[in-house]
């Protein structure tokens, strides 16, 4: 089982739908979240992160991690063709270290 | 604007031949990352540094080197590229002890 596992997609949703991302994990000390966006043939850039449990808005997106479950979600909200690109959630704990585990990403389509 | 930069952005080059890939950075992080990226995998850690210490990623291959002269630039060589070593090559810089990582637009390596 790897550490971090996400459904690479795609995911093709219609302009204005709210997408959800998901990932799950394995290691319990993991603390930061963080979802990372990559367009086609550029480099992530870091989209939001979230210290331990609970919400976080900024926007359109917001990111939800529910560490009971291990499980981490980006929500997106009307989303527009421009949000079409690979998310991925990376985690990483705090302390010594912090190196983030990379999920492989999914890929969302958002068609006008 | 602040920045990393990573150049070529595509390189092909041939079997055994040796590459090298750069990266530079205007950001004045301490912590200098290079990831291997294949097509919808996870971004793999090949080395980072923190400043000028050095660690290598226990499953990176012998035949992947890499350099920091200094805290703008990293390089990346590969001293006898192999067909499986085609992919993205992303460099990521850090500031001390945090969970964010500023990406460069990858370079795009091609072997014949």
């Known amino acids: 089982q790897k550490e971090v596992e996400q459904d690479p997609g795609p995911l093709s949703v219609p302009e204005g739908a709210i997408v959800s991302l998901n990932c799950t994990y394995s290691?319990?000390?993991?603390?930061?979240f963080m979802w990372y966006r990559q367009y086609s043939r550029k480099g992530p850039e870091l989209l939001m992160y979230?210290?331990?449990?609970g919400n976080k808005e900024d926007g359109r997106f917001t990111a939800q991690v529910d560490k009971s479950s291990k499980y981490i979600s980006l929500f997106i909200r009307d989303s527009q063709p421009s949000d079409s690109a690979t998310y991925l959630c990376?985690?990483?704990?705090?302390?010594?270290?912090?190196?983030?585990?990379f999920g492989r990403g999914t890929s969302l389509i958002v068609h006008p | 604007d602040a920045m990393v930069i990573q150049n070529p952005r595509y390189q092909v080059t041939q079997f055994g031949k040796p590459v090298t890939l750069s990266c530079s950075q205007t950001?004045?992080?301490?912590?200098m990352y290079w990831y291997q990226q294949k097509s919808s995998q996870a971004p793999k850690l090949l080395f980072h540094?923190?400043?000028?210490?050095?660690?290598n990623e226990a499953d990176t291959p012998d035949n992947f080197q890499s350099r920091r002269p200094n805290t703008s630039f990293c390089f990346l060589d590969i001293r006898s590229p192999g067909l499986g070593d085609a992919a993205m090559y992303l460099c990521?810089?850090?500031?001390?002890?945090?969970?964010?990582?500023?990406f460069g637009p990858g370079t795009r390596l091609t072997v014949t």
């Open positions: 979230t210290y331990s449990s």
């Open positions: 540094y923190y400043d000028k210490d050095f660690n």
């Open positions: 290691n319990s000390a993991f603390q930061y």
């Open positions: 950001l004045n992080h301490n912590v």
């Open positions: 990521a810089t850090s500031p001390d002890d945090s969970y964010e990582q500023y």
């Open positions: 990376a985690m990483t704990s705090s302390g010594g270290s912090y190196i983030p585990t």
